[in-house]
């Protein structure tokens, strides 16, 4: 049985899963970001499957989005790339947190997330060491090349917004993505963030001997939707490595 609550965490709303009658132990946790135009509630089957495993999980709102959303989509669709960077910079109050009330255990600290939430876990992993493993499920951290076809930034703001995520960006930082284990997970036809990203991480990964702690799946057919044994890989690796 698992226990999920609602509650702020660093002034952002989260979701909160445990095993049933851990929650005020310290136990390996898990912060896993959702995708873009989605919340936490959508994607709480994640808290389910990783509190069963015995984790704790915590699932914040993105900027924009779930308890933090005006209601005005137009002006969201035109922030993807803001609000990927908010996350990925709010990830330390949220850390911190969560080390002050005492609920992880030593050492057993992990990031995961799908769609957005998979690039932010990238973008996360590579900014903070103390992060021991990461699952980036169809996601990416070519941001750079990404922001060029992927909800790209008005004309007016583009040379802005790709300035402010050019240091995010994973492509000079390799090794520390390579340094820790890394589960990629990416459906071969998904139609919204290309398959190619994640081979294309994996074979930079390779290339410079950095790809030890790698584990790279593919699913035939599969477009950009996380399907059951993407679930059950999410859980098996952080259940292996936490």
């Given at each position: 049985?698992?226990?999920?609550?609602?509650?702020?965490?660093a002034?952002?709303?989260?979701?909160?899963?445990?095993?049933?009658?851990q929650?005020?132990?310290?136990?390996?946790t898990?912060l896993?970001?959702?995708?873009?135009?989605s919340?936490?509630?959508v994607?709480?089957?994640?808290a389910v499957a990783l509190a069963?495993?015995?984790?704790?999980v915590v699932?914040?709102?993105?900027?924009g989005?779930?308890?933090?959303?005006?209601?005005d989509?137009?002006?969201?669709?035109?922030?993807?790339?803001p609000?990927l960077?908010?996350s990925?910079?709010?990830?330390?109050?949220?850390?911190?947190?969560?080390?002050?009330?005492?609920?992880?255990?030593?050492g057993?600290?992990a990031v995961?997330?799908?769609?957005?939430?998979?690039?932010?876990?990238?973008?996360?992993?590579?900014r903070h060491?103390?992060?021991?493993?990461?699952?980036?499920l169809?996601g990416?951290?070519?941001?750079?090349?990404l922001?060029?076809t992927?909800?790209?930034?008005q004309?007016?703001?583009?040379?802005?917004i790709?300035?402010?995520?050019a240091?995010?960006?994973?492509?000079?930082q390799?090794?520390?993505?390579?340094?820790r284990?890394?589960?990629?997970w990416h459906?071969?036809e998904?139609?919204?963030v290309?398959?190619?990203?994640?081979?294309?991480?994996?074979?930079?990964?390779?290339?410079?001997?950095?790809?030890?702690?790698?584990?790279?799946l593919?699913?035939?057919g599969?477009?950009?939707r996380?399907?059951?044994?993407?679930?059950?890989?999410?859980?098996?690796?952080?259940?292996?490595?936490?």
């Amino acid at each position: 049985m698992v226990e999920i609550y609602t509650q702020q965490l660093a002034g952002i709303e989260v979701l909160h899963a445990v095993p049933a009658g851990q929650k005020q132990n310290a136990l390996p946790t898990v912060l896993f970001y959702h995708g873009f135009t989605s919340s936490k509630l959508v994607y709480s089957y994640f808290a389910v499957a990783l509190a069963q495993a015995g984790m704790r999980v915590v699932m914040p709102d993105a900027q924009g989005h779930g308890a933090r959303f005006n209601g005005d989509e137009n002006a969201r669709l035109q922030q993807f790339w803001p609000i990927l960077k908010t996350s990925i910079d709010e990830f330390a109050q949220l850390r911190q947190a969560l080390m002050d009330q005492k609920l992880i255990r030593e050492g057993k600290f992990a990031v995961g997330g799908a769609s957005m939430g998979g690039m932010t876990a990238l973008g996360i992993m590579a900014r903070h060491q103390e992060v021991r493993c990461v699952a980036c499920l169809m996601g990416s951290g070519y941001f750079s090349t990404l922001a060029k076809t992927l909800f790209p930034p008005q004309e007016q703001q583009f040379d802005e917004i790709l300035a402010m995520i050019a240091e995010y960006d994973i492509s000079h930082q390799l090794e520390r993505i390579g340094d820790r284990p890394l589960l990629l997970w990416h459906g071969e036809e998904d139609d919204v963030v290309p398959a190619v990203e994640t081979w294309r991480l994996q074979q930079a990964l390779i290339q410079q001997g950095l790809d030890k702690h790698l584990t790279c799946l593919r699913e035939a057919g599969v477009k950009h939707r996380i399907t059951p044994p993407a679930l059950d890989a999410a859980a098996q690796f952080f259940a292996q490595h936490l």
